[in-house]
């Protein structure tokens, strides 16, 4: 199947989910019409234990939507292939953390209508850090091992996410003049208050659920390449081929899943998909160069949190005292190395080409050589298949998600 051409992608970029969509549209037509619809999707978002009792409120048929049995694997997903890619992110998951937060997010944030709805909320720095969690959190459930075994956790949470994808269509494209009442920051909220610009594009549509899709598959293995962990041929096939049945069980389209035809050259196909997408729509706005500045600044908060309460206590006595020293002799440094490591890891893995768009620039030289040698020296843990670099950042980003995970109900 070759890459769709332009126009397709044109097209698609006006079709949502069809399946998703008809389920939602029947929600509507219900007494309550769209209010109700959108304190529908504010009790799903806030329904972590999917196999849990569902929050009050939550009719019969959404829970039955969002538990429903997932169809067998395609047959051109190769035997053991899921488990294979689920055990590689389980050994190269720190590094594939940074990856996210420093390459997939900045390539969602310049492509202007998916940052139309991600900076849908003033309070950017709340929304950012809320969606660095919500990737974290997906990628890392799906990517568990037994997670899409029948009955994992991992097929719940995908309808899940095709169902938030459902719902917020007609509420983004809502008038927000008719909802002046909705003052609330819940997510429902702040899509009825969004002014969107193009009423002939779909939100979350075809095109773009394909490009977020490729930003968790192919540019994680591209991050990976640059972080310096080495993967065979048959690993980085694995890895987007699984990520592929992910992205049909969320509804995305073959016509934009053609590297599945050749299982043996998937990647390759991944990546020329990836840059004919990127090519024909990344381009900076405000909203998503003011998204990539906040992430910026968030990132550099974890990085300054890992050193000083993960990494400088865990170190030996006599070097943790004197980096304590240091820091408390030049009070900026850490700040400063912080910072430039972070624009230099966003240039380095979401593509020079994409932090131009953002305008995420080079730091200075001498700002950065002191930041590279600093996380050379205190990112000392060694992890199998993973390089010694970035690893304590990594595990950092972990915990963030995990004991802030309360933070994730919006």
């Not at 996210?100 to 709340?126: E, F, K, M, T």
């Not at 991050?223 to 096939?237: P, Q």
């Amino acid at each position: 199947m070759p890459l769709p051409t332009r126009e397709a992608l044109d097209a698609l970029r006006r079709a949502g989910d069809d399946e998703a969509d008809r389920f939602v549209e029947a929600l509507r037509a219900q007494p309550g019409g769209l209010a109700r619809l959108a304190d529908l999707l504010n009790l799903v978002v806030r329904w972590y234990d999917l196999r849990g009792a569902p929050p009050a409120g939550l009719p019969t048929e959404v829970v039955e939507f969002i538990r429903a049995p997932a169809p067998p694997p395609p047959d051109w997903l190769p035997a053991g292939a899921v488990e294979r890619a689920q055990a590689l992110f389980r050994d190269c998951r720190y590094a594939a953390l940074v990856v996210l937060a420093c390459a997939s997010l900045p390539a969602c944030y310049a492509q202007p209508h998916i940052a139309d709805v991600l900076s849908a909320s003033g309070r950017l720095v709340n929304g950012v850090r809320r969606r660095l969690q919500e990737t974290v959190f997906f990628t890392s459930t799906v990517m568990t091992p037994g997670a899409l075994d029948p009955g994992g956790a991992g097929h719940a949470w995908i309808r899940k996410v095709r169902l938030i994808h459902a719902m917020m269509r007609p509420l983004a494209l809502a008038d927000p003049g008719d909802h002046q009442q909705r003052t609330g920051d819940e997510l429902a909220d702040l899509l009825l208050r969004l002014q969107w610009r193009d009423p002939t594009l779909v939100p979350v549509n075809q095109t773009e659920l394909a490009f977020v899709l490729l930003t968790f598959s192919w540019l994680t293995l591209r991050g990976w390449k640059r972080l310096r962990v080495a993967l065979s041929a048959e690993e980085r096939n694995d890895f987007v081929l699984a990520w592929a049945w992910i992205g049909q069980l969320l509804g995305i389209r073959d016509v934009l899943l053609p590297y599945v035809e050749d299982p043996a050259r998937a990647a390759e196909g991944a990546e020329a998909l990836y840059e004919r997408i990127r090519g024909a729509y990344e381009m900076g706005t405000e909203g998503g160069r003011l998204l990539a500045a906040t992430l910026g600044v968030v990132f550099v908060e974890q990085q300054s949190a890992a050193l000083r309460d993960t990494i400088l206590p865990s170190l030996p006595q006599w070097l943790g005292d004197l980096l304590a020293a240091m820091l408390k002799a030049f009070p900026g440094a850490a700040d400063a190395a912080a910072i430039a490591m972070s624009r230099s890891l966003v240039r380095q893995l979401a593509g020079r080409e994409t932090a131009d768009q953002l305008r995420v620039g080079r730091a200075p030289f001498l700002v950065w050589l002191p930041s590279w040698l600093l996380n050379q020296l205190v990112h000392f843990r060694k992890l199998e298949r993973q390089p010694r670099v970035y690893a304590a950042l990594g595990s950092y980003l972990e915990e963030y998600i995990d004991v802030r995970r309360d933070a994730l109900r919006y």
